[in-house]
C-alpha cells in the first residue's frame, strides 16, 4: 500500500474518535495491552512524561518537549489529533515519523489488527510506542487522547504524570460533573510516580489527594508554587497557566536527575513551534484585518480564548465558526460576542454540525451571521468583508482551523 492507501485503510475500517465520535470510544485497555504484547512492550524501552487534562495539555505537551530538546535530549511527542496530516501525531525532536514507517508498521501488523478490531487510536498508541522504542528516544512525551484511567496512552509508567486542569468535556464518556472527570482523568497517576497538578480547582483538589496518597505518589499544584514566569512563542495569556505547570514539571524532572538548565527553559519556552512543529494555539494568521485562529473549543477553552480577544483592538470583530455535531452548543454560547458577524459553516469531517442547524441555534439568542457552504467559502467571505481595521476570527472546532491553516 502507498502512504495514502495505509492512511485510507486506517481511516475507513477502524473506528476513530476524531471522526466518528462515541462509537470509537473503547472504555477497556484490553486492546491496548494485548497489542502491546504483540509488539513486545515497547512502552518499557523508554522514559516517558504522561499528560491529561481538559484545557491545555497539548500547549503543555509540547513546550515539556521544546525544553527537552534544547537540553539536548532525544525526544518523542505523541499528541492528538491532527491538524493536516496524520504524521503530526508522532514525532521526534521536532520532526515527524516518516511515511515508510507508518506505512510498514501498518502493513506487518494489519492481520493482527483485523483480527483483534483494534481501534484507530488504540493502533496509533502502538505506532507511536514502537517508533519511540525503535527510535531510542531519551524521553517521549504522551498526550492522553480521551480522559485518562481507560485511555489507550495509560499502559506507560511514566517519570512524572501532569494533569494540566479539568472542565466539563466529553461529559458522555468521562462523567458530568468536575469530580467524576477528575476521576477519570486521575487515573494516569502512578504509584510512587510524582505528579502535577496545573490548577487548583475545589472540586478536584481532594479527588487528586486521595488518588496520589492512595498511590504514594508525591503531589504539588503548580498554580501554588510557580510565581515567576518566562515569555513563550506561544501567544494568548490562557498560556500563563499552561507555562506554570511547565515550569513546575520541569523541576520535579530536574528532582528526578534530568539536566535542564535555565537556559533550556528559556529558549524551549520561546521556540515551541520551530522546535516541535506547534500550530494553531491563538496563532496569527495575517493583519491588516488581523486573522487569528484556535484550537479551543469547550467551554473553558473558549472562555480562555474569548479572555484573550478582549485585549484586541478593532472596528469591526468577523467570526468564522463551526462545531462538531455532539458540541453542547448551548453551553459556549453565552461565551461568545453577539457585538460580531457570524460565518457559520460545518467541518468537513462526518461528525460536523451542518451550518443550517448551527445558524438556528444562534439566531434563536439574538446572533446575527449568514451560512456558508464549506469553511473555506466561510473563511473567504469574511476576508473579502473586513475592512483593514476590522478582526477575523476562526474557531470553534479544530476541524476547522485545520481547513484554514
Known amino acids: 500500500m502507498t502512504y495514502n492507501d495505509t492512511l485510507e485503510w486506517m481511516f475507513s475500517q ?156 466529553h461529559t458522555q464518556f468521562l462523567g458530568t460533573t468536575l469530580t467524576e472527570i477528575a476521576s477519570e482523568k486521575g487515573g494516569i497517576i502512578k504509584p510512587n510516580v510524582p505528579v502535577v497538578i496545573g490548577e487548583t480547582q475545589e472540586e478536584t483538589q481532594t479527588v487528586f489527594e486521595t488518588i496520589a496518597a492512595d498511590k504514594k505518589a508525591k503531589i504539588v499544584f503548580a498554580d501554588q508554587l510557580i510565581t515567576e514566569l518566562y515569555p513563550s512563542d506561544l501567544k494568548g495569556t490562557y498560556q500563563i497557566k499552561n507555562i506554570k505547570t511547565v515550569l513546575q514539571s520541569i523541576k520535579e524532572l530536574k528532582g528526578l536527575g534530568f539536566s535542564i538548565r535555565d537556559k533550556h527553559i528559556q529558549n524551549g519556552l520561546l521556540h515551541v513551534m520551530r522546535n516541535t512543529g506547534l500550530k494553531g494555539r491563538w496563532q496569527v494568521l495575517q493583519d491588516a484585518p488581523k486573522v487569528v485562529c484556535d484550537t479551543g473549543h469547550n467551554k473553558e477553552g473558549l472562555l480562555l480564548v474569548m479572555k484573550q480577544l478582549e485585549h484586541e483592538t478593532y472596528n469591526m470583530l468577523h467570526i468564522v465558526f463551526g462545531v462538531v455535531s455532539d458540541k453542547d452548543v448551548q453551553s459556549i454560547l ?72
Open 334 to 405: 453565552p461565551l461568545l460576542p453577539k457585538k460580531a458577524l457570524y460565518y457559520f459553516c460545518k467541518p468537513d469531517v462526518p461528525r460536523g454540525m451542518p451550518a443550517n442547524q448551527l445558524y438556528d441555534l444562534f439566531k434563536a439568542e439574538g446572533y446575527e451571521g449568514d451560512v456558508y457552504n464549506s469553511v473555506n467559502e466561510a473563511y473567504k467571505k469574511a476576508l473579502n468583508s473586513a475592512a483593514a481595521s476590522d478582526f477575523i476570527y476562526i474557531g470553534g472546532s479544530t476541524f476547522v482551523v485545520a481547513e484554514i491553516i
Open 14 to 169: 477502524l473506528p476513530m474518535y476524531q471522526r466518528q465520535g462515541q462509537s470509537a470510544f473503547k472504555k477497556d485497555l484490553s486492546n491496548t495491552l494485548v497489542l502491546s504484547e504483540h509488539l513486545n512492550h515497547p512502552e518499557h524501552q523508554f522514559k516517558s512524561i504522561h499528560v491529561a487534562g481538559t484545557n491545555g495539555k497539548g500547549s503543555t505537551s509540547h513546550m515539556l518537549a521544546s525544553i527537552l530538546q534544547e537540553a539536548g535530549y532525544k525526544v518523542g511527542l505523541y499528541t492528538s489529533p491532527h491538524l493536516k496530516d496524520f504524521r503530526e501525531r508522532i514525532r521526534i525532536n521536532g520532526v515527524e515519523v516518516s511515511e515508510d514507517f507508518v506505512v510498514e508498521f501498518i502493513s506487518e501488523n494489519k492481520t493482527f489488527f483485523e483480527a483483534h478490531e483494534l481501534s484507530f487510536f488504540e493502533m496509533t498508541v502502538g505506532m507511536a510506542f514502537d517508533y519511540f522504542k525503535t527510535e531510542q528516544v531519551d524521553i517521549a512525551v504522551i498526550e492522553v487522547g480521551l480522559g485518562g484511567r481507560l485511555d489507550s496512552t495509560n499502559i506507560i509508567t511514566p517519570e512524572l504524570s501532569v494533569i494540566t486542569n479539568i472542565g466539563l468535556d
